[in-house]
């Protein structure tokens, strides 16, 4: 414990064994498709994120987080977005990859045992990615991110933002408790803040 280790580089390419929308490559949008997309997303901004999820439902969600990490080693993040960057939309860019760049930008990478998730909700197309560090993904197979993923679209497609990430968030305490308990007595560090990231 009192010995500082190396720092590591975050991941180069997409973390294995992780779940999201969208596996295949998209069709090339059409200008006016992407014209379409580049304004909703435009539309919403920090405001509508912080609409989405109020106070109360901010705090009940890092609370979820802190007693998740009480019962594991692994470091669970939540990010929402209202939009993606221009630059993402210029480019056609998925919710999928900039999840993966927010994994590595909220150092979520970065804990001690490789096992931070992220889970990511990008609300201008009510997009849910769960991105796991190699340590989780080596023992929890594409299948059951993918049937996680599929329980929750439902809850945001009808707006229920707080419980789609509140389902989201009991998955992935699920399997790292499971991969990842601590032993009796043992506390986990928190290494990484349980509040929501809002963007």
Sequence with gaps: MGSARQPQQPPQQEPSGNAGAGRRAAPRAGPSERLGRILRHRWFDERDAARALGPAALARLEQQVA???RRHSGEIRLCVEAGLPMSYLWRGASARERAVALFGKLRVWDTERNNGVLIYLL???RAIEIVADR?????VGQAHW???LAGMRAAFRAGRFEQGLGDAVQAVDAMLALHFPLAEGE?????????PDLR
């Design 135 to 139: 340590g989780l993904a080596r023992l």
């Design 67 to 69: 007693g998740s990490e």
């Design 123 to 125: 609300l201008a197309e």
């Design 187 to 195: 506390a986990n560090p928190n290494e990484l803040p349980d509040a």
């Design 146 to 148: 993918d049937e996680v």
